[in-house]
């Protein structure tokens, strides 16, 4: 909101307007009576030049009023447009221009009348003071707007700086959550598929001592080393970002890392059959990550709650789209109902589909039919709506499957 309070620019042109009638007084020597009204007349028209920052309209009003009666007086003249200038200055200031303008124009009018109807030339009066006249109140009109425009424009500017700001700093804040959130999952994949594999393979080795089988016991620490340092070298990886270290970086996992993710779970002990369909080596490498991740989720989920012996893990590369379908044999998960403990694994997996413009959908398998639930960016229910599959799941009664759909139009390289 605009102050409305006189200022020293308000009070400054009060006095010139009392001291321009002042000087007219002065310079025509009236009667001691109406020199004193005279500066009366001037002192309230000061005044209204106050009062013009706070009530712009009535404040012009009265000044053509008092200018008026100062003339129906008979004093000494001072003109009309001098003693208005600083009013209609600051009436067009705070943007009432037309008004300024027809009150400017009516005095003038009434000037010429009257002047004319006095006897006065009419050459003087129309040829030369009429036209200083008029050039007078329209450069002060004019100045006052444009003082205003600039002031707007001004004000505009600091507006768009501020939004721009803030707008920055939100986006800041949005990536920094991005970030965050991102990291978040690289870790949580990590670390949940190399812990399942670490527990299988822990349980596995202690069979086998107890079998007395050393060739088993070996090669259960073999698959927990190889798993304990892939993850290490992938929280290195993600640690570095995070404290921006110089240095090499660990390759993003990709698609040329899928067979190598398949077998270490084969290791533990479920069986895996990976399908590769297209032309997978030229997609996006921030695809190939996608799938990797959440085939790496999928594949944990199946270790840590499904009891399943098998699974088959199908990507397929088509023009403009990527389908990628895990299945198992296992348990499945109670029908309209979230799948227990995996809650997290699931949200990770939908926000990074979503990112790339994707879907998944995630359900229990049963004979002839799959229950399907799309899982997007936050949300792990299922609908519980059941349809046709024309069998691309495990036979048999049960299991669960995870199939994304990946638009590849669009993809940054």
Same mark, same amino acid.
């Given at each position: 909101?605009?102050?409305?309070? !006189? ?9 010139? +307007?009392? *001291? ?11 009667? !001691?009576?109406?020199? @004193? ?25 009265? %000044? @053509? $009023? ?9 004093? !000494? ?27 400017? *124009?009516?005095?003038?009018? $009434? ?12 050459? =003087? ?10 050039? #007078? ?54 670390? /949940? ?52 270290? !110089? ?24 069986? =895996? ?9 030229? #997609? ?9 991740? =959440? ?18 893990? +199908? ?18 998960? @109670? ?5 227990? /403990? ?26 002839? %039919? ?11 229910? +299922? ?14 009664? *049960? ?15």
């Amino acid at each position: 909101m605009p102050d409305t309070s !006189p200022t020293r620019a308000d009070a400054l042109l009060a006095a010139a +307007t009392l *001291g321009l009638v002042a000087v007219a007084v002065a310079a025509d020597r009236p009667t !001691p009576g109406g020199a @004193a009204l005279a500066v009366v007349v001037g002192a309230v028209l000061g005044g209204l030049v106050l009062g013009a920052r706070r009530w712009p309209l009535p404040a012009l009003l009265a %000044t @053509a $009023v008092v200018i008026l009666g100062y003339y129906a007086l008979d004093l !000494p003249p001072v003109g009309v447009a001098a003693p208005a200038a600083a009013v209609l200055y600051r009436v067009s200031e705070r943007g009432r221009v037309v008004p300024a303008a027809v009150v400017a *124009g009516s005095l003038l009018a $009434v000037s010429v009348v009257a002047r004319l109807a006095e006897g006065d030339d009419i050459a =003087v009066v129309v040829g030369t003071e009429l036209g200083s006249e008029a050039a #007078l109140l329209l450069a002060v009109i004019a100045l006052g707007d444009a003082v205003r425009n600039r002031r707007s424009l001004r004000a505009a500017l600091v507006r768009q700086a501020i939004a721009a700001d803030e707008e920055r700093h939100r986006e800041a804040a949005r990536q920094v959550e991005a970030e965050r959130l991102r990291i978040a999952r690289e870790v949580h994949d990590t670390l /949940g598929h190399t812990m399942s594999v670490i527990t299988l393979q822990s349980a596995v080795a202690r069979e086998a001592l107890a079998d007395s089988d050393p060739v088993q016991a070996e090669g259960a620490l073999a698959a927990i080393r190889s798993v304990s340092g892939s993850a290490m070298a992938e929280l290195r990886a993600t640690l570095g970002t995070l404290r921006r270290e !110089p240095g090499p970086r660990e390759p993003v996992p990709g698609f040329d890392q899928l067979a190598a993710l398949v077998d270490g779970v084969r290791r533990s002990g479920l069986a =895996v059959d990976l399908r590769v369909e297209g032309p997978v080596d030229t #997609l996006p490498a921030v695809v190939g990550s996608t799938v990797y991740r =959440v085939v790496q989720e999928a594949l944990t989920n199946v270790l840590r709650h499904a009891g399943a012996t098998r699974v088959t893990v +199908t990507v397929r590369a088509t023009p403009g789209r990527l389908a990628l379908e895990v299945v198992d044999d296992g348990r499945g998960s @109670a029908p309209g109902g979230p799948t227990s /403990g995996r809650g997290q694994g699931l949200r990770g997996m939908a926000e990074r589909v979503a990112l790339l413009g994707g879907t998944v959908e995630t359900g229990t398998v049963e004979t002839g %039919t799959v229950r399907t639930g799309t899982a997007a960016a936050g949300d792990t229910r +299922t609908t519980g709506e059941t349809t046709a599959t024309g069998g691309t799941g495990t036979s048999g009664g *049960g299991g669960f499957r995870v199939s994304v759909h990946l638009p590849l139009a669009g993809v940054a390289a």
